[in-house]
């Protein structure tokens, strides 16, 4: 099991950037895949991006080429890099490991989140 904490978030106009990171409590070598998702105000929570282990990633459409997923093994973190900000991206983003939602239900290790907000 292993504890992740969310930074970065905070207040941003749309168009601008923000960097989100992910510290893990111990090595997220073997961890085969995290991610990335957010909630927004009366929505569901969706997924934003996922990577393996392998460095495979995966995009929701919405975000394709505005933000990019990577992680770093040496320093037990995971990033999001969110570029060309909109305000429909205003959320509360969680970072993930092993993850799954089936129903209600989460599966595998979950941060607190962090909010982000993107002013029009």
């Known amino acids: 099991q292993v504890q992740l904490v969310e930074s970065g978030g905070g207040l941003v106009q749309a168009g601008g950037s923000l960097r989100l990171s992910c510290a893990a409590s111990?090595?997220?070598?073997?961890?085969?895949?995290m991610g990335w998702y957010r909630q927004a105000p009366g929505k569901q929570r969706e997924l934003v991006a996922t990577?393996?282990?392998?460095?495979?990633?995966n995009y929701a459409d919405s975000v394709k080429g505005r933000f990019t997923i990577s992680r770093d093994n040496d320093k037990n973190t995971m990033y999001l890099q969110m570029n060309s900000l909109k305000p429909e991206d205003t959320a509360v983003y969680y970072c993930?490991?092993?993850?799954?939602?089936?129903?209600?239900?989460?599966?595998?290790?979950w941060g607190q989140g962090t909010q982000v907000t993107v002013s029009s």
């Open positions: 993930a490991a092993n993850p799954l939602i089936i129903g209600n239900i989460r599966f595998g290790s």
């Open positions: 111990g090595s997220i070598f073997k961890i085969n895949a």
């Open positions: 990577i393996t282990s392998g460095g495979s990633t």
